[in-house]
């Protein structure tokens, strides 16, 4: 079973949600899965449009008002 990272970037606004998040997937391997949670849903989206860029694919995106949640495997 690959291995599996949390990133919790509540209380954090743009720009810096997409920068741990890339940080962290830098430092990741190939098949390693990352759960990303916050609560600035606006940031999950930037999140999200940053990793449709990629190669990495995300297995399940969800938000609920303010908060979001992200599943991704590293690519």
Do not use: H
Request: hydrophobic share 30%; aromatic share 8%; net charge neutral.
């Amino acid at each position: 079973m690959s291995d599996s990272y949390k990133l919790d970037c509540s209380n954090l606004v743009c720009p810096m949600p997409v920068a741990k998040t890339k940080r962290k997937l830098l430092e990741m391997k190939s098949g390693e899965i990352l759960e990303v949670t916050g609560d600035y849903a606006e940031a999950g989206q930037n999140i999200k449009r940053y990793l449709d860029k990629r190669e990495d694919k995300i297995l399940e995106y969800k938000v609920d008002g303010e908060n979001y949640y992200l599943k991704i495997e590293k690519a």
